[in-house]
């Protein structure tokens, strides 16, 4: 096995990728901007090297940086996490080049799956169900109208190098498609500097159901089961889970092979997640392949009771699968939030600053992949994700109630969490009956407020809070041996005061 | 001792009677509340409200106290000090004119100089945190009259990046 | 299922059950006695009554205040934990009779099971293999020469109200018989009020094996597989596992079936545990049932997925079992770890105190059930126990390195702990193998010292600290904002000066 | 600056040198350290010596700090500072006649009584913690002066239980 590796992401992934090597006995070497100096990732890897400013051109996606300081600290590979250089081509090249093994799929995979033409064609070729549409690029608005009406509308109109909800319309009637097609392409220039789009059905009432798969360089293919992530904001998963609620095992089992099928049809290596719609008549459609470890991959490794990292580095350093098709099957049912710093009764607008009071939850079944401490300044400069929390329970009841349960002990104070948003989603009767759809929040929760049914509650608290304060005061008042006091806490008053 | 605490918009008195060690009775509109407490530590205290135990978890943010209990937060500020508050920073020449960010960011574009005549409503600073992008806008007519910041300035709620003046007659602000 | 239980314990299995209470929607009621008015327990549970004085007598083994508590809140039943009441039978007596449901097997089970003659011959009549030796009282000590020479020396003289290793004595020739039995009976009249002693063969060589298994009302009992828990200093267990490494499938499955035939004949109802010696021979030998849940429980939740407290819960309300013996599976390796307050250079003599800091390992597949936290005072009347650290992993040597990491990142200040100690029993050479006996400790680290490679560190750090409390210090002699200063922080450093 | 430091029964001097913003190199013996720190909240600190990091734990007890890493605890002491406290507590009278618990514990029984003469490893106290009971013996023969403690009293170390005095000639204690 590797002896050590670089990990070229911050935050809740970096610490997750360092676990896994910590227990395997890899050595890690992270990476860091100004902005990350104290991050934890920093002070959990066993090396750092500091790459620049707090601009991720200047740092984390850097990519002559980062290989340089893989070659001078020794390490033999780079976990890329996810975002950042995770689906670059470009960086796996330079990493290829410089002889460092990069964890993920090779050079080629990661560009064909990226381009959505190239890789809706080969899914088409491999017999892969795609939703319907084009598969190649078309410029002509009225070539348009007609594929519109094979489909039927609505239909999207989408960049090919499209992605972050870039470039992309959706299209109801003939009338509008000129001005949408325009507008699109625009768009695309802007963002991707490459204008050329493509039109696919537009399903409205969909679930997104994705499956892992994993593949060693022997030509061994396995899936690992699904995920459910319809319940997004802002086009982002925010609760994710497995197994989903509307596959049957029949079902299943095709969505499977189809993921498999897509795998080696691109000619796929390491860890990746094969996304599909599925529509209320339960039929599905290949959208996309992550070629990357998903935020999501705990509640797999819940269920299934692998380590996806640690397959992950076997893979790349060259070893064969140790499990089959045969071994994976789920246990119980898995739930995964993610914790943003943001502010859910603002539109989920981010919400940086200083994190005063971390408390996480703890407890049989629960995992919090978290990236933050107490004292920490959430930096502006990055994603906003501060943890992702997972429950692991025998049904999906019990994992709900878990989830609560947790999510109510979760106390992150000086940030807003949509902690108390999520509490009500997994409490409201549509995600109890599994009635998720990908509008589930704008259908549900659009004009969500924050239950205030504790505010006597917390009245009483602000009133102990004071008395207890000025407990404190005196105390200091009348203690010599006041000396010395702690640093941060001060810091803490400072900054609020 | 009596507190009078706003939560969001409403604000309610809240009194204290029987004040003894770690006890006391708190009257909030017409419910009374027993309560006993434990600290637990600086942001931790345990309340026991008419028998049933529960953990607060406290913040001081200076203007105010977050506090969270059962994953739900609360800002709960100190009513009468607000208006303290206010009479002592109020005053002529207060500010009405501002152009600052809804939170930490770093400055994306600027899209106005010195001098620019801008109408309410137009872009005249680009932020981004944590990869959202916000456009902030003109408050009113009126002209440039500094700019504060450059692309790349991390800059925070409260900063005013750009200095507009009204185009309307000053005697209606001071009035 | 109950809308209220009391948890008539203390401590990390107080919280170990007022977790699952809290999964399930069950309030709970925690009691507590002067030296746990700031306990853990006491701050998690819904409602909290207070006992009495530190002395268990007067408070967590007073029984009638205990039903009190329970009637006076409207808790319907009583979970007891381990230790204190919990295999006491008068109280389960004392609870039927007051209409309050105890959590655990009726009171004649616990009596029976409770007496080592009685449960000798009850596993004797229902074909369970027992230790050689007899299943009757004996006062003659030419009788008992009579019967070690048939099961061969060395033989135990152990009283049949025996316990905490109070009232046994090893015999290994007739010589040393009389006076055995003389000793024996004498410590047993002390410790028991009753000097019956009886005779068993001793195994030089054994490991400690045991089955978790579980009753219901309607006569189903199935078993959850085994722990292995060799490893044990002052004859108490602290690193316990499961699969056992020497357990073939077969004599999995033969030992199983033993231990749901002792369930049965004994008429068990509830969660109990099966306890056999097996020999190098891999012969086993019925030792004892514990009636109640073990502190080792997890590993067995953690490879078959179940929780065994929401079970206990169900089995009490009158439930139905709703697993059957074929639902049970073991899923990958894991390892329990007992953290007590304990120093092991000095014969692990108890170390209570102030806990300055603690920082709980986190990370995927690892649990600590805690029932302490930074400022508390572990008070010196009762059992040292801190929590219990779990891993769980694919194979046993993943599960050997994650706990080795757990340990490594966990810190405990304020007082000693057995973490060094268990590091270095986890690498050595004959734990690795699975060469673990109940003499494992004496045997390997009888002589055991911490060791010092990392003194440099340590003194490094002295500096720094040194550095930044100075700095501290003139922060404060600065700032005029200073107050409020944590009065948690200036207990501390009170205590210290 | 110069430090003296003890763990366990070992003394080693260690030497600061470039002491700049939380960097420095250190000496020890014959080794050279390149040293470097963050704090991140007042238990803990990271350090990056020799380019390899670790978090190190510190809790300071008065005498002394308890420093954790990767699982091992030191206890470190500064030599300088023990020399000096030692000089201020000792002189006459200095006490070798300590009955003392080990730990806090809870006495269980006092087996001795005033004026009851004992001799050198005879049982005088038991205490009890966490379950476990252990038997507190007369240090020497002598003479039982005042018992100090009764049963169920709560003792810490450094408590005096029993005052024994001992049997042979003051003199010897003195010279």
């Known amino acids: 096995m590797f002896k050590k590796i670089l990990v070229a992401n911050r935050g809740e992934i970096a610490l997750r990728v360092i676990n896994t090597c910590r227990d395997m006995g890899v050595k890690t070497v992270a990476v860091y901007s100004d902005a990350d100096k104290k991050a ?93 549409g084009l598969t190649s690029t078309e410029a002509d608005a009225d070539v348009m109208i007609v594929e519109a009406e094979k489909v039927g509308y609505p239909v999207l109109i989408k960049a090919t190098a499209g992605g972050g909800g870039k470039g992309i319309r959706i299209v109801n009637s003939s009338e509008e498609m000129a001005d949408a097609c325009s507008a699109a392409s625009r768009e695309a220039v802007n963002a991707f500097g490459n204008g050329e789009i493509y039109l696919e059905k537009f399903f409205t009432k969909a679930r997104h159901i994705e499956f892992q798969v994993l593949a060693d360089k022997f030509g061994n293919t396995i899936h690992l089961l699904e995920r459910e992530c319809s319940v997004q904001r802002r086009h982002q998963k925010i ?9 049957t095992p029949a079902l299943r089992e095709e969505m499977g092979k189809a993921a498999v099928t897509a795998a080696r049809a ?15 008549n339960n039929n599905f459609y290949f959208l996309e392949v992550n070629t990357r470890l998903q935020v999501e991959h705990p509640v797999t490794e819940m269920i299934t009771g692998v380590d996806l990292v640690r397959l992950q580095l076997e893979i790349a350093y060259g070893q064969e699968l140790t499990i089959s098709q045969e071994d994976i099957a789920g246990r119980g049912h898995s739930i995964e939030c993610r914790i943003y710093a943001e502010d859910p009764e603002n539109d989920f607008f981010p919400s940086p600053g200083t994190i005063t009071f971390l408390k ?14 107490s004292g920490f300044e959430v930096p502006v400069d990055y994603d906003p994700i501060l943890s992702k929390l997972i429950v692991h329970a025998q049904t999906r009841e019990h994992a709900i109630n878990k989830m ?3 999510l109510k002990s979760y106390i992150v104070l000086g940030v807003k969490t949509p902690i108390d948003f999520l509490i009500d989603v997994l409490q409201s009767e549509p995600f109890v009956q599994g009635e998720v759809f990908t509008d589930f929040i704008e259908t549900h929760f659009s004009d969500w407020k924050p239950d205030m049914s504790d505010a006597d509650l917390a ?36 900054q609020g005061g | 001792m009596e507190y009078r605490l706003k939560i969001n918009e409403e604000t309610l008195p809240v009194e204290v009677e029987n004040d003894e060690e770690e006890k006391f009775t708190a009257v909030i509109g017409k419910n009374a509340f027993d309560v006993s407490y434990t600290t637990v530590n600086d942001h931790c205290i345990h309340l026991s409200v008419n028998g049933q135990g529960v953990n607060v978890y406290v913040s001081d943010q200076g203007d105010g106290k977050i506090i969270a209990i059962k994953g ?22 207060s500010d009405l004119t501002e152009v600052t960010p809804p939170m930490p960011a770093v400055v994306i574009a600027v899209a106005v100089g010195e001098g620019d005549v801008v109408e309410k409503g137009q ?47 000053e005697e209606e602000i001071l009035s």
Not at chain 1, 266 to 280: K, Q
Not at chain 1, 360 to 373: L, S
Not at chain 2, 151 to 169: F, Q, R, S, T, Y
């Open chain 1, 239 to 247: 609760i994710e889970e497995t197994p989903s609620s509307v596959l």
């Open chain 1, 266 to 280: 691109s000619g796929y290596v390491n860890a990746g997640t094969v996304e599909f719609l599925l529509d209320e």
């Open chain 1, 360 to 373: 996480e939850p703890t407890g049989p079944g629960i995992r919090n992949d978290c990236g933050v401490y």
């Open chain 2, 72 to 93: 739900k937060s609360y800002f709960v500020q100190d009513a009468d000090l607000l208006e303290q508050n206010k009479t002592r920073k109020k005053g002529p020449g």
């Open chain 1, 40 to 132: 934890m990732h920093v002070l959990a890897a066993d090396e750092a090297v500091y790459l620049g400013p707090s601009e991720p051109s200047q740092s984390y996606l850097h990519m002559d940086k980062i290989i340089d300081a893989a070659k001078t600290t020794g390490a033999e590979a780079i976990h890329p996490g996810y975002g950042f250089l995770a689906e670059n081509s470009e960086f796996v090249e330079k990493c290829e080049q410089q002889s460092v093994v990069f964890i993920g799929p090779p050079a080629k995979v990661i560009k064909d799956l990226g381009d959505k033409i190239t890789s809706r064609k080969i899914m088409v070729n491999s017999g892969v169900p795609v939703t319907p």
């Open chain 1, 459 to 494: 009245r009483i608290a602000f009133v102990v809070d004071e008395m207890c304060s000025n407990r404190k005061a005196k105390r200091v008042a009348s203690a010599e041996d006041a000396i010395p006091t702690p640093w941060q806490t001060l810091g803490n008053w400072r």
């Open chain 2, 123 to 169: 872009a005249v600073v680009i932020v981004s945190a944590m990869k959202m992008e916000t456009t902030l806008v003109a408050p009113f007519n009126g002209t440039v009259q500094k700019v504060n910041v450059a692309e790349g300035d991390k800059v925070m709620p409260g900063d005013i990046l750009v200095d507009i003046e009204k185009n309307e007659p």
């Open chain 1, 404 to 406: 609560i349960k947790a």
